[in-house]
């Protein structure tokens, strides 16, 4: 049985074998981490060196827009497969919708994944709702996730719908760059609810991320006490006022700051 995907996981910068078994690995590219540094060996070899049970792991990896067209698609997850010396994913997203490629052409092989188990489950990013809709339509299976960029400062996805539409579709909303934004070590309404809670700002924003259902998140750190840090995160809770004196304050931030809510960049 495929292990279930956590509420916050982490991309560790570099893959330290005893971190493996706690971290939701995603995503894996071959000797590079999301920042193009190299990392120390391949994700798989990595893997292999921690002896980890493969059941226990959570393994996401993403097929680029340009790798769309069906037989792309199964080359693409074949050499995820053989980089990482495994038999199947436990889920594959396509990282972003491609300008030319027409999606059925990459859901029919997305599908066929699934039906010949090199895929668990089929997931989409930087999806927007007509897209994510569209691909609710061509998949022989539910879409899990829809990984799009989501944190307390950055709302545009409360906003135009596709929260709430993840929501009543028990779609998975992956809230990427959570804790990114320069602000968080000094954005008042976060220091007082961090400070109430005796934690740090960041967990108060990955807090504040899950306690909204059917949302999760993957936080990056290459400081192991940060994901340590992070992975806490999931056991705190923020009470109903707090949750809400969290919004009000950054629905300000986000509208003086102006900025474009169809806007976005990965
Ligand atoms: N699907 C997509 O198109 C897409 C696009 C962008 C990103 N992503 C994914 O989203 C994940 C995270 O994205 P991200 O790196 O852009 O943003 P992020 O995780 O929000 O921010 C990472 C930064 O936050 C710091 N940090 C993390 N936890 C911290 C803590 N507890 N205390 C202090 N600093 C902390 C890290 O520094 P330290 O290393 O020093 O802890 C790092 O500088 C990655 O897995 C990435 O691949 C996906």
């Given at each position: ?54 059941a ?26 053989r ?41 989409v ?63 008042p ?18 807090a ?18 940060h ?9 705190l ?30």
């Amino acid at each position: 049985m495929a292990a279930a995907l956590p509420i916050v996981s982490t991309t560790p910068a570099t893959y330290p074998p005893c971190a493996l078994p706690r971290a939701g690995l995603y995503p894996l590219r071959h000797g590079r981490n999301v920042r193009r540094r190299p990392l120390r060996g391949t994700a798989g070899q990595a893997i292999r060196e921690s002896k980890a049970d493969r059941a226990g792991l959570f393994i996401t990896s993403k097929v680029s827009p340009e790798h769309l067209q069906y037989d792309d698609v199964l080359r693409a997850c074949d050499a995820s497969l053989r980089r990482l010396a495994m038999d199947y994913l436990d889920l594959y997203l396509i990282h972003w919708p491609s300008r030319s490629i027409p999606l059925d052409d990459s859901f029919r092989a997305l599908n066929r994944l699934v039906a010949d188990g090199r895929v668990k489950r089929l997931g989409v990013s930087n999806f927007d709702l007509s897209l994510l809709k569209n691909s609710q339509i061509l998949a022989a299976t539910p879409i899990a996730t829809n990984q799009i960029r989501y944190s307390l400062y950055e709302r545009t996805y409360i906003k135009n719908g596709l929260l709430a539409h993840c929501q009543a579709n028990n779609i998975l909303l992956t809230a990427y760059s959570p804790v990114k934004e320069g602000h968080l070590k000094t954005h008042p309404a976060l220091q007082a609810v961090a400070a109430a809670h005796r934690a740090s700002p960041y967990q108060v924003a990955l807090a504040w991320l899950v306690a909204q259902p059917k949302v999760i998140t993957i936080p990056m750190s290459s400081n192991p006490d940060h994901q340590a840090e992070n992975f806490r995160a999931a056991d705190l809770e923020l009470s109903a006022d707090e949750l809400h004196r969290l919004d009000a304050s950054y629905e300000r931030l986000d509208r003086s700051a102006g900025r474009a809510h169809g806007d976005q960049s990965g």
